[in-house]
């Protein structure tokens, strides 16, 4: 079975400072792995995702991911937070193409500091 | 516009008091799912359904029924609520499954209170 973990349900950075969300998974076969981005009030906005291919992904509102094999690692950055960015991310696995259930993590919020 | 929407948006209801929260989609999607979302557990499949009169069980399924008799439409029901289905709901819906690599569309989101 597959499962997600992401480091820290908290976290703070100021305006401007490069945002880093950490996101590890496992899974027994090759995964598919997501970024979702949830705003207040709001539903699950897909932010980027890895299938196949290169293992830097870039996604929408100037973010980007790397699929790391080695360190079975998928953490989400951005090079300099905008107060825009605050809100709940999560991270989220697909490996049974059976059911094409997502795995999430149970998310990081995100406070950007002015 | 390509959405999901879903009805009733908020609700707080009492223990026992049958309720249905309803899932629409106008993009022609195969595949529809429900979520569950409680603090410090992210999202959890209640049921999920890869086509019209086809639907299984995801992860947390006690409690709830789900119907897919027309394509567009994927109704939560709640025979007898109790407290602890008080979350936050999602209905999300795909393409194409049995790919992986189609993105998931997710409604706005139900907030259900059961008293």
């Known amino acids: 079975a597959q499962s997600v973990t992401q480091l820290g349900s908290h976290v703070s950075v100021s305006e401007g400072a490069l945002v880093l969300l950490r996101c590890n998974y496992s899974?027994?076969?090759?995964?598919?792995l997501f970024w979702y981005v949830q705003y207040p009030n709001q539903g699950l906005q897909l932010l980027l995702k890895?299938?196949?291919?290169?293992?830097l992904v870039k996604g929408i509102n100037g973010f980007e991911a790397e699929f790391k094999k080695s360190e079975t690692s998928f953490h989400l950055t951005k090079p300099s937070a905008h107060m825009s960015d605050a809100a709940e991310y999560f991270c989220?696995?697909?490996?049974?193409?059976?059911?094409?259930?997502?795995?999430f993590g149970t998310g990081t919020r995100l406070t950007i500091i002015p | 516009e390509a959405q999901v929407t879903q009805n009733p948006r908020y609700l707080i209801t009492v223990t026992g008091k049958k309720l249905t929260v309803t899932c629409s989609q106008n993009?022609?999607?195969?595949?529809m799912s429900w979520y569950r979302q409680d603090p410090g557990l992210g999202l959890r499949q209640i049921y999920y359904?890869?086509?019209?009169?086809?639907?299984d069980k995801g992860d947390v399924p006690e409690g709830y029924k789900v119907s897919r008799k027309e394509k567009r439409n994927f109704p939560l029901i709640l025979e007898s609520p109790s407290p602890n289905q008080t979350s936050l709901y999602f209905c999300?819906?795909?393409?194409?499954?049995?790919?992986?690599?189609?993105?998931?569309?997710f409604g706005p989101g139900t907030r259900l209170t059961v008293l």
């Open positions: 993009m022609n999607h195969e595949y």
């Open positions: 989220a696995v697909i490996s049974n193409f059976g059911n094409e259930k997502l795995t």
């Open positions: 999300a819906s795909i393409a194409n499954p049995y790919e992986g690599t189609d993105t998931q569309y």
């Open positions: 359904s890869m086509n019209v009169e086809v639907t």
């Open positions: 899974s027994s076969v090759p995964p598919y």
């Open positions: 890895y299938t196949t291919g290169a293992t």
